[in-house]
């Protein structure tokens, strides 16, 4: 069991909508689905949590796919949606995405939890699962904002930029955080990059192959 199934479940059991859980969907977002064009309708949601993400993209037309490390997660975005044969219960640092196969991939508040080579090689993966012109929309929690988070005051450095909580619904959850600097390298083979920092701390990050 993973330490956001633990989450996922004590929320189903009446336990607080922690971080995400409590969040409707970003209006970046919305913005961005609404202002593109898509060729083929075809996305992959990475940490698809409760799938409401998923939910607004099916009302939008689009053929969907989901992945999450949380079984109780994917049981409750099969409830939600009403299907399962696209949900899939998978860590997404293991997960082989097929090449060419979507015109967009999205992942919020997800890729950040793990080492950032882990997060690098997810990023090159998902470059090469686009089909040329697909587009993604990633959040990536700022270095400077997150030093700042209440989950922080006691943790354990793992690298430059990655650190275990030592308590919280998180603890022993690694996250890496990133400065603009970092992030531009990060997507540097993505066309029509566009960086935007939201009061929240997290870099929201949308560009194309």
């Given amino acids: 069991m993973t330490i956001w199934d633990n989450i996922y479940?004590?929320?189903?059991?009446?336990?607080?909508?922690?971080?995400?859980?409590?969040?409707?969907?970003?209006?970046?977002?919305?913005?961005?689905?609404?202002?593109?064009?898509?060729?083929?309708?075809?996305?992959?949601?990475?940490?698809?949590?409760?799938?409401?993400y998923l939910v607004y993209l099916k009302k939008m037309d689009f053929k969907i796919a989901g992945i999450d490390s949380s079984e109780t997660a994917i049981e409750m975005s099969k409830e939600l949606l009403g299907s399962s044969n696209f949900l899939h219960c998978l860590d997404m640092f293991d997960f082989q995405i097929m090449p060419n196969t979507y015109d967009l991939i999205i992942s919020i508040s997800t890729i950040h939890h793990g080492l950032k080579k882990e997060i690098e090689n997810l990023i090159s993966s998902i470059y090469q699962a686009l089909l040329p012109g697909?587009?993604?929309?990633?959040?990536?929690?700022?270095?400077?904002?997150?030093?700042?988070?209440?989950?922080?005051?006691?943790?354990?450095?793992?690298?430059?930029?990655?650190?275990?909580?030592?308590?919280?619904?998180?603890?022993?959850?690694?996250?890496?955080?990133?400065?603009?600097?970092e992030i531009e390298e990060l997507f540097a083979n993505f066309k029509k990059s566009n960086l935007e920092l939201d009061e929240r701390g997290k870099w929201i990050i949308t560009g194309e192959k």
Avoid: M, V
């Fill in 134 to 181: 697909g587009k993604i929309f990633i959040t990536l929690p700022d270095y400077e904002r997150a030093k700042r988070w209440d989950t922080f005051k006691d943790h354990e450095e793992l690298e430059l930029g990655t650190y275990l909580p030592l308590h919280g619904p998180e603890k022993g959850l690694p996250h890496s955080f990133y400065n603009k600097e």
């Fill in 9 to 52: 479940k004590n929320y189903q059991q009446g336990g607080p909508a922690w971080a995400t859980l409590q969040e409707g969907l970003l209006p970046q977002f919305i913005h961005f689905i609404k202002s593109n064009n898509f060729r083929i309708k075809s996305a992959l949601d990475i940490g698809c949590g409760t799938g409401k």
